[in-house]
């Protein structure tokens, strides 16, 4: 496993992080025994970053990385983020800062996570949605983050940008607030890399890549055919049209990567890594099997430019989340 630089901290975090909505919830039935494995793997492999959220199952993803480190007799650092208090996802940009993150609510959910995590410093604490329009009114958010940083319940300090809105975060990135930017970037969604990464590069703003395999369509392992549980959210996300137009695309990608010989949640991850202004990319995993299949990643050659050029070209605009 390679590390990289985060930011401008003394950080450095492996190339590979482990994603852990998927264990948390809202995937389908949860298999606690299985995600605590996987963590447990993780570690063992070179993981180094771990991202998780309050909201992950009501903390639940959070404690199972507690339950992970007490077997894997070590911690690694973790990232956990502090939902809006009006849970309003994404960020509505007309919203006043104070009912999505006043002092109270940062506070009270820092010690949540603290709590689920059984530790007494949380690595990297980061808000669960943002808006540009928020730095103006940000004094006292601000204000708050110095205070627990000051009293080492955290190290550092992030946010988390609505899905496929990179520009929203232009501003904040060039503040000098904030120690970090967790994005989705794959080869479907490549607009980071258009202002938001040569920003970060800028100021020294560490990425962390979200969704690199794009709810699991960059995998290939999802068709035509697949019927997710009811409890998955994806049954409301990869809608049969939305599931037919994926397929299609994954389809193209497929032909233009298959001399590559690897995997397709392979490719994925390397274009990911591709890019020098990312730290860390971060695949859900709740399985041994694909911690094993994602970290070998890391340890591979970078594509070649002429493949990347190529992988470049399917990207894909939409948003099926709104
Ligand atoms: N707003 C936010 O801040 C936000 C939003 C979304 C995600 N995140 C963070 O980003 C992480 C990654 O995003 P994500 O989990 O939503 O999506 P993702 O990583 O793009 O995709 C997850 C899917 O990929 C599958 N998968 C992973 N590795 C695989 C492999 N090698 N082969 C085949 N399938 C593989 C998983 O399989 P299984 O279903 O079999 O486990 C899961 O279905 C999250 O876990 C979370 O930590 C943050």
């Given at each position: 496993m390679h590390h990289r630089p985060f930011g401008n901290t003394s950080l450095n975090v492996s190339e590979i992080g482990h994603g852990t909505w998927t264990m948390g919830g809202m995937w389908g039935p949860r298999n606690d025994r299985s995600a605590i494995n996987a963590l447990v793997k993780g570690i063992e492999l070179g993981i180094t970053f771990i991202d998780t959220a309050a909201v992950y199952g009501h903390g639940h993803s959070e404690s199972l990385i507690a339950s992970a480190f007490k077997e894997a007799k070590q911690k690694v650092s973790v990232a956990t983020k502090i939902p809006p208090k009006n849970f309003q996802w994404p960020a509505q940009h007309n919203i006043p800062l104070e009912e999505t993150f006043p002092k109270k609510h940062i506070i009270e959910l820092t010690e949540f996570s603290l709590k689920n995590l059984r530790t007494d410093c949380i690595t990297l604490q980061q808000l669960h949605v943002w808006s540009d329009q928020w730095l103006e009114q940000g004094d006292e958010l601000f204000e708050t983050i110095s205070l627990l940083k000051k009293q080492g319940k955290i190290n550092y300090f992030g946010i988390s940008i609505n899905d496929?809105?990179?520009?929203?975060a232009l501003e904040v990135v060039s503040s000098?607030?904030?120690d970090s930017v967790q994005v989705i970037y794959n080869i479907f969604d490549q607009?980071?890399?258009?202002k938001l990464f040569p920003l970060c590069q800028k100021h020294g703003v560490a990425v962390i890549v979200r969704v690199p395999l794009d709810e699991g369509s960059l995998t290939g392992n999802?068709?035509?055919e697949t019927s997710f549980h009811k409890k998955d959210w994806r049954s409301r996300y990869f809608t049969k049209e939305r599931l037919e137009e994926t397929c299609q695309h994954v389809d193209q990608l497929r032909k233009d990567t298959?001399?590559?010989?690897?995997p397709l949640s392979h490719i994925a991850l390397q274009f990911c890594l591709?890019?020098?202004?990312?730290?860390t990319v971060i695949p859900g995993m709740r399985t041994i099997d694909n911690v094993e299949k994602n970290c070998v990643v890391s340890g591979d050659a970078l594509l070649k430019e002429v493949d990347l050029e190529k992988i470049k070209k399917h990207c894909w605009k939409r948003n099926f989340y709104s």
């Open positions: 496929h809105e990179p520009n929203s000098g607030l904030i607009e980071p890399a258009n999802i068709t035509r298959q001399h590559l010989g690897k591709a890019h020098p202004a990312v730290s």
